[in-house]
């Protein structure tokens, strides 16, 4: 279990609600998982894909395999998480090569930028589950995303891939709390989206750029700072820090400590975000029209 600090995210400090309630849906999760009967996972080691894939294959055994892709918008330490936390199972695991960075749809870096990283992925899983005989592919999305803009949503509808935690009615505290009762240790890492959603929309997503992001959140990393994201706006990246670390980033020698490290991975400027770490905060300047379609 992880021990808290005064860094640790709101809902990563004391008990976590919703327990009871949760084991209920966690019956309906693993009933939904055994009439598959066999079932693919995409699995990125976030704490929803992990849990899934966690609870396949305790319901399925070999009968399930989690299948990670492995392309630059994924950081390193990404994959190695969630290559060592299905190790600690003896979880069937696949790590396939996605080549969504060549895709000029994905690339250009607009608002659906996800949907075509989810397409490249389910296309691999579909030929990997006609050669592995998988009828059945699932994802880790939750409840709760069903009221967020994700692209990536309308890619698993037409590729027909299931959504169990989200027909189960489990919300991302829910799944914490599960994921703690289970002793998994990432049942409180922060949420941690691929590298291209630090980029801002219309500039290109490259391998060099992820690359930089990548070098330059490390370096934050290496400061002690847990919850944060580091938004690339070409020569600028623009420091999100969570709101309960975010005094500690405030004294002039973290800030010089911050701005080397930025540097260093290739940035000409260095601006703190004020307002703190938001997730999806890159959505804040699409238009109403194209946020109220959500994932459909």
Aim: proline share 4%; net charge negative.
């Amino acid at each position: 279990m992880s021990e808290h600090t005064q860094a640790d995210p709101a809902w990563a400090q004391g008990p976590l609600n919703g327990a009871g309630d949760a084991a209920g849906k966690l019956c309906v999760l693993e009933a939904q998982l055994e009439a598959l009967g066999s079932v693919m996972v995409a699995y990125s080691g976030g704490v929803d894909s992990a849990f899934l894939a966690a609870t396949a294959h305790r319901v399925l055994g070999q009968r399930m395999l989690a299948v990670l892709a492995d392309s630059p918008s994924l950081a390193r330490r990404d994959l190695e998480a969630a290559c060592a936390f299905a190790r600690s199972l003896e979880m069937p695991l696949e790590v396939v090569a996605t080549e969504e960075l060549d895709r000029p749809e994905y690339a250009r870096n607009d608002a659906d930028r996800c949907f075509h990283c989810k397409d490249e992925l389910f296309r691999v899983m579909e030929t990997l589950g006609r050669q592995r005989g998988f009828a059945h592919i699932a994802y880790g999305m939750n409840a709760d995303d069903r009221r967020d803009f994700r692209p990536g949503q309308r890619a698993a509808e037409q590729h027909a891939v299931l959504a169990p935690l989200a027909d189960a009615g489990l919300a991302k505290a829910e799944i914490r709390a599960l994921a703690r009762a289970a002793g998994y240790p990432m049942w409180d890492r922060p949420a941690a989206p691929c590298l291209s959603s630090r980029v801002e929309y219309g500039r290109a997503v490259t391998r060099a750029v992820l690359d930089q992001v990548e070098k330059a959140e490390e370096s934050l990393r290496a400061l002690g700072f847990r919850e944060f994201r580091v938004r690339h706006h070409g020569d600028l990246a623009r420091v999100e820090i969570a709101r309960n670390e975010l005094e500690r980033a405030l004294s002039l020698k973290m800030m010089d400590a911050i701005t080397a490290g930025l540097k260093q991975a290739g940035y000409a400027y260095v601006t703190l975000d004020c307002t703190g770490f938001r997730s999806g905060s890159m959505n804040a300047i699409l238009p109403a029209e194209v946020l109220a379609r959500r994932g459909a």
